[in-house]
């Protein structure tokens, strides 16, 4: 519980600014001053949505915790959390193109978080003291984070309220799609559990996991084109790799939908074999998030028409809350519909911004 609490915490902390931030850094760069009062202001914005986040964290442990005083122990170290993973700046890095900075401080986040887990926590009962070590952990990336800027010569600017707002502004739609994302790949699984039960949940979640993590091999690698190709405009860069990369995930897609029985057996039981099915669509639709990911704000940053990428992840959470609105009134909610139904929105998705990328390119091939 006071983890998702973290993780929605997140996406109003992180306002996008992990989207919008990369670009702009990387195409400022050379203007030290300049980024250092937008970096500034940024840090101003978090500052005012942590204070209304861990206000809304003391009420509610305050007026619904069962065990008061154990609750209000979770909602500060909640809150700490929240504070520290704000200021974890990936994106000041990426927009910089120094990811070995960004390496270094995860690996040293989760390093650091198992070390302390695997010393202190020693029952089921210690999640008080795993919240903790979450904490700290996250303090630790934190000030390694702040320490690797100032490395970097950066120093807080005085910044005007004029420009804060017009930063916050400016990155609403990229806050947006950042919701809507949240609700369209989270919800689902809760949806499942709520209303098909906790098996169901559970094969639907697993697979889930195994989709998140093919998604991981190859997101760092579009994370790193995505400064460079928003400062250089070479579309044929990003073209170079997934000429490269989509034929190989296509074989290996084929491969794992042939075993994937004997693939989901051997990672989380013969109790699980009956969510093969599930795990077969989460299979298709990690290729079509491929494509979708990097025809997305990397594609999109060579032609300065990131609003519609914005625009692409809104209309995908509408298309999946209607489908998903279907299966409930029909009473159809199960894992094997919701995955097809999340298959539906990312094919539209993805088939909307390869198809605005051509069409928006061409256009602007005529003007020119």
Known sequence: MALSVCAIAVIFTDFGFAISSTVWIAKNKDKWKLLEKYVTAIFCIKIIFIFIISIAIFIYTTKFGTDENKYKVMGVIVSATVFFQAFQCTWFFQGLEKMKNITICTV???????????VFVKSHGDEVVALICFCISNLISTALYLYLMKHEGFKFRQVSKLQIFKIFKDNLPFFYSRVAVGIYSNASTFIVGSQAGVRQ???YSSSEKLYQASISLTSPISQSLYPHLAKTKDIKTLIKFMAVLLPLMVIGVIICVINSTYIITLIYGQDFQSGS?????F???SVISFISINFGYPAYS???RLDIVNKSVILGGVIQLLLLGVLYLTTNINGLNVVKS???SESCVCMFRVFMFYRTSMAMRLVK
């Open 108 to 118: 040293t986040t989760k390093m650091s978080y198992l070390f302390l887990v695997v």
């Open 201 to 203: 949940a559970a094969f």
């Open 277 to 281: 099915e599930i795990f077969k669509y």
């Open 302 to 304: 060579t032609i300065d």
């Open 342 to 344: 999340l298959l539906i």
């Open 283 to 285: 299979i298709v639709i």
